[in-house]
């Protein structure tokens, strides 16, 4: 699952310190489980993973021993910051279970000392390919168990497009974003149509888009085979992308950051028309714009193929019960699991075998106009396998905040034109000191 992306998501401490403290706090070999004594574990999560009290009670009615303690915190860059805080501590305090966003693996993974190889042969050939390779160190190890996948179509108004004269209901609306060959192009051009004819932005955040486009680069900041960072200056890929949003959001942004106050409130007056909406989307939209008819999903994405996020379950090495925290964690990212918090929460499965449910492709949801989302972000995601994959590297994740950080001045704050602020952009990354 994938949440904001925001500049105060950049750690606490160096990776440097991390790896010395996570080194020193797995020098000893955690307590074992399995003994059928009581345990009490504790699940940190973000946001919505679609873990609700009814599905966690599931599992303690099948292992009365355990005690399930489910800590939600309110963002993903709250519980970014909680765990990197707790890992240079030396992990004392962190969850038996810690959920980690796709963004954040790079750097973690290079802590394997810092979490519990996770193989096992009932977890084998469990994910797609490529999610099961995000979980992995760089040394190979196994830390975390893929939970979902962010396949994107376009969440949209339905209203307020058809308010404009223009094409509204789901098949239309897609043609008229240009269909199975859609571009980014094609998706401005019919932004600047409907903000011709209507009052409200076309999309929320510059942010969120150009988030979307970098994530079809399949390599937008580093070296896939040194690992090392690309000279911002001679990015010509970024750059282009970053002119090319900052331009197109001065007709049709809202100028919000996601996540925040103003955005939250957005949905309720009518803020923006469309959203890049990963399936685990559909969640968060729906609990702002509660109460607001006219939501609908369109099958389409420009550029082809789009994954947002994605998170993973990790068993930190601190813990004291890490064998019954992994066995909870494989139990949460099984088939049936998967499934459900699908069905909860719109979080679509890492699972091969829960992407083929008949419960999963029959799937809709009712505040999106009866959308069938099964068969919606399951297209999607055959679009997303044909995409090449996008490499994320250890920096990739400092670099990417400090870009958006000049993206939100002109956006968000107008403190500077898109010139200036890529100025800025250029002197932020010759000081991180590559």
């Known amino acids: 699952m994938r949440l904001p992306i925001h500049r105060k998501w950049a750690a606490i401490a160096s990776l440097a310190s991390l790896t010395l403290l996570a080194s020193g706090c797995s020098s000893s070999t955690p307590p074992s489980d399995g003994d059928g004594s009581d345990v009490t574990l504790t699940v940190a999560t973000f946001n919505n993973f679609g873990y609700t009290d009814e599905l966690l009670k599931e599992y303690t009615d099948a292992n009365p021993n355990v005690t399930i303690k489910h800590q939600q915190a309110a963002t993903a860059p709250d519980a970014r910051t909680n765990l990197t805080t707790r890992l240079a501590a030396g992990g004392e305090g962190l969850a038996d279970i810690e959920a980690i966003e796709i963004d954040w693996m790079p750097e973690l993974s290079q802590l394997p000392n810092a979490f519990m190889d996770l193989s096992s042969a009932d977890v084998e050939g469990r994910w797609l390919p490529w999610k099961e390779a995000q979980g992995r160190t760089t040394d190979g190890t196994l830390i975390g168990y893929g939970t979902d996948i962010g396949p994107q179509a376009v969440c949209y108004r339905e209203d307020l497009v058809k308010a404009a004269g223009l094409p509204s209901d789901p098949a239309a609306f897609a043609e008229f974003l240009g269909g199975e060959k859609a571009t ?80 939250d409130s957005a949905f309720q007056n009518n803020g923006f028309a469309t959203m890049l909406c990963p399936a685990w989307m559909t969640g968060p939209i729906e609990e702002r714009a509660g109460g607001v008819e006219g939501w609908n999903i369109a099958d389409v994405y420009p550029g082809g193929g789009g994954n947002w996020g994605g998170s993973f379950l990790t068993v930190p090495a601190s813990g004291k019960h890490t064998e019954e925290a992994r066995k909870l964690a494989a139990w949460l990212t099984a088939p049936e699991q998967q499934v459900k918090a699908f069905e909860t929460a719109g979080a679509f499965p890492s699972q091969i075998e829960a992407q083929s449910s008949q419960v999963l492709l029959d799937s809709t949801n009712d505040f999106f106009n009866e959308a069938p989302t099964g068969k919606i972000f399951s297209s999607r995601a055959v679009a997303l396998n044909d995409a090449a994959p996008v490499f994320r590297g250890a920096n990739y994740f400092t670099i990417h905040s400090a870009v958006q950080d000049g993206i939100t001045r002109v956006d968000v704050d107008k403190s500077q034109d898109a010139e200036a602020s890529w100025k800025g952009v250029l002197t932020e990354f010759s000081e991180l000191g590559f």
Request: charged content about 25%; overall charge negative; proline content about 2%.
């Open 184 to 263: 980014w192009d094609d998706y401005f051009e019919a932004g600047h149509e409907f903000v011709a004819k209507s009052d409200t932005a076309w999309f929320d955040s510059a942010n969120a888009t150009f988030h979307s486009m970098v994530g079809q680069v399949e390599a937008a900041y580093e070296d896939p085979a040194s690992g090392k960072p690309t000279k911002l200056a001679d990015n010509k890929t970024i750059k282009d992308i970053f002119t090319q949003v900052l331009k197109e959001s001065t007709d049709l942004s809202a100028g919000l950051t996601q996540w925040e106050g103003d955005w």
